[in-house]
């Protein structure tokens, strides 16, 4: 059986790098939100804006001498929150129009019923990627 020792960790240029592109994810979402051109960057912008507050649990793990492993470890653990948070808010959604909103009454709508959300692939994707997550995590936590 080998052991590992570990590496003297990140180097001063690759904890400046991590530090500004997640400052810069923060700044480009901002942007996006704030232009006047287009609805979809805005509705992008928006959701960028949630990972950029996630994604700032980071930089206190990108310091000159810890190791890149615990960057990337927590960088797994803000995208398995992401997700979870996108399918609770995405029930969420879909509870609130159950309980408290009522359909308007047969032949008096020019817009057909949307499918329930459980047929859309988005709550799939996120699902799997969760899952998906998690294993990792579940990996990368043995292997240490």
Do not use: D
């Not at 929150?81 to 129009?97: E, K, Q, R, S």
């Not at 057909?112 to 995590?137: D, S």
């Amino acid at each position: 059986m080998t052991t590992r020792t570990p590496g003297p960790g990140m180097s001063a240029a690759t904890a400046f790098r991590i530090e500004a592109a997640i400052i810069g994810l923060g700044v480009l979402a901002l942007v996006m939100i704030f232009q006047p051109v287009s609805l979809l960057i805005f509705s992008i912008g928006c959701g960028l804006v949630v990972l950029a507050a996630l994604a700032n649990n980071l930089l206190p793990f990108a310091q000159p001498g810890k190791p890149l492993r615990g960057v990337v470890f927590a960088a797994v653990v803000v995208a398995l929150v992401f997700c979870a948070a996108l399918l609770v808010a995405i029930a969420a959604a879909h509870l609130y129009g159950v309980v408290f909103l009522k359909p308007p009454p047969a032949g008096t709508s020019l817009v057909p019923p949307a499918p329930p959300f459980w047929m859309h692939p988005l709550p799939w994707v996120l699902a799997g990627l969760t899952l998906a997550l998690a294993l990792v995590i579940r990996r990368m936590v043995r292997s240490r």
